[in-house]
């Protein structure tokens, strides 16, 4: 008997579970982060420029690097690179609570450790949102990815708000500029937390290999969607199939093409494909 896919039945699943848990502490802990360095840069220098080279910090290794860390998603062990990017972001908040017991007087290492964050956000984002259908049934992924997506909404709202409940406590109750350091050690709490609960789910077979490419007919021997939908790519050196909104490889040469079910690759290589036209 098949199991259960409607509603909140997904979280019968414990692999997802842990998975959406996982994701949620991050998220709050990654926003509380942000406020407080906000905050605590603003206290040293009273710049709002400063303030605008915050964002500035972490969205520049983020734009360089968003093509290849996509791409690296693909290659390598989605969980991996997840446990990685958890341990570069408690790095980052055990250094910014550093940063704030020592009472430094300059911002610059501030922006090293938010470029830091940047680079970690770029490899962390792409693994990330291409987990769920790795340890999900098709028949739940739907419900599993709206529940996904809900708690990340929820965790970018509850974030900011926390972080900026706690550092306006500890401003009243333990001193002026000790707000940063308590919000600094409750998202290396939170971090440090949701690797365990990562490391909990149960490991996968790697992604198979993708066929060798004969002629026009070349394609994941795990592949499958539910459409034909097909995007036409301009260009012979890039292949970008999408399934769905779900990325599939192939082999170079071919523009771009969509699996579907118990079939290969269907358009001819160095052709547009037919959807595409016009």
Known sequence: MPAPSGGLAVLKNRDFSLYLAARF???????????????????????????????????????????????????????????CGLGAYFVCSLLLLTFSLEKIATTLPIFGVLALYG????FQLPAAQSFVPTIVEPQALRNALALNSSANQVASIAGPSVGGVLYALAEVHMGRNSGAGLVYGASATMLLTAAVLILMIAKRRAASRVRNCRGTRCCRASASCGSENRYWVPFRWICLPYCSGVPRRCCRPIRATCCTPGRPFSAICGRRPASARG
Do not use: E, K
Request: aromatic share 8%; net charge neutral; glycine share 8%.
């Open 25 to 83: 502490l991050s998220n709050i802990a990654t926003q509380m982060l942000i406020v407080a360095v906000g905050w605590q840069v603003y206290h040293i220098t009273g710049s709002v420029l400063d303030l605008g080279l915050i964002g500035l910090s972490q969205f520049l290794p983020f734009l360089c690097l968003v093509l290849l860390s996509g791409h690296i998603a693909d290659q390598y062990d989605r969980r991996i690179i997840l446990l």
């Open 119 to 122: 680079i970690t956000r770029a």
